[in-house]
């Protein structure tokens, strides 16, 4: 469905009880909601999943006006519209890749909303965009040796404005990750793969933040969500699990 939000048509989907606590999903660079649709039906028996596009990326409508809305702060507010929209006063907040970029900073921006963070594939620093393949390729090697094999869900990187999705991930040069950090006041849960090289990167948010763990994907690379969305699901379980005990 799309839901206007300042002069944006912003695609958005939800599953799972109404009642039940939600999560805000944040997909990675050059990724859309479908990014998201192994982990769905993983989770939708017991949360609340509201998963959007950005402006720009997927099916949600481009910026008329690309240095006012592809920000942090603009998507964070657009996040803040959708939450409201369904009813949503405080939700749990979960971003991979670029996407763990995206809810860093609306976690730094908007702590009251957040219960907890969970950024997968994290980092702060400038991305090693041929070391992240190569990690990846890696990865997937090991992963079907040991007879695992997740495809990509249909949609995942398709979108209706393609130059519009590489000009909307710009919103994260104009804003201060380094600093956000020491500004995560939730709980917060930081997994990344050990042949990702955002697990350098990783590391150091972790030592930063308030109160923040890491766990290391044994044989993940970088777009831990779409290679192996039921180690992630699990992680993210035990970690609340944790936090419940």
């Known amino acids: ?104 900073a609306y976690c730094a921006l908007h702590p009251d909303r957040a219960m907890t963070a969970a950024l997968f594939d994290a980092s702060i620093v400038s991305p090693d965009v041929p070391a992240q393949r190569e990690g990846t390729r890696e990865a997937v090697r090991h992963q079907r040796t040991a007879g695992i094999r997740f495809q990509p869900p249909e949609g995942w990187n398709t979108h209706a404005d393609p130059a519009a999705a590489q000009a909307s991930l710009s ?36 030592a930063r933040a308030p109160d923040a763990r890491l766990v290391v994907l044994t044989d993940v690379g970088h777009g831990s969500i779409l290679q192996r969305p039921d180690l992630c699901v699990e992680t993210l379980l035990a970690f609340q699990a944790s936090l419940a005990s």
């Open 1 to 104: 469905m799309k839901v206007s939000i300042e002069h944006a048509a912003i695609n958005v989907e939800t599953e799972g009880p109404a009642n039940a606590p939600a999560v805000l999903l944040w997909h990675g660079a050059n990724c859309t909601l479908r990014s998201w649709d192994l982990v769905v039906p993983m989770l939708s028996d017991r949360y609340r999943l509201i998963r959007f596009d950005v402006r720009g990326h997927g099916q949600s409508s481009a910026a008329r006006d690309p240095l006012a809305e592809y920000t942090f702060e603009r998507y964070a507010d657009d996040a803040n519209a959708l939450l409201d929209h369904f009813g949503a006063a405080r939700c749990h907040v979960w971003g991979f890749a670029w996407g763990a970029r995206a809810a860093l």
């Open 171 to 206: 919103a994260m040069r104009g804003f201060d990750l380094s600093a956000a950090v020491g500004r995560l006041s939730m709980p917060v849960l930081v997994a990344t793969g050990d042949l990702d090289p955002n697990l350098a990167s990783s590391r150091d948010i972790v």
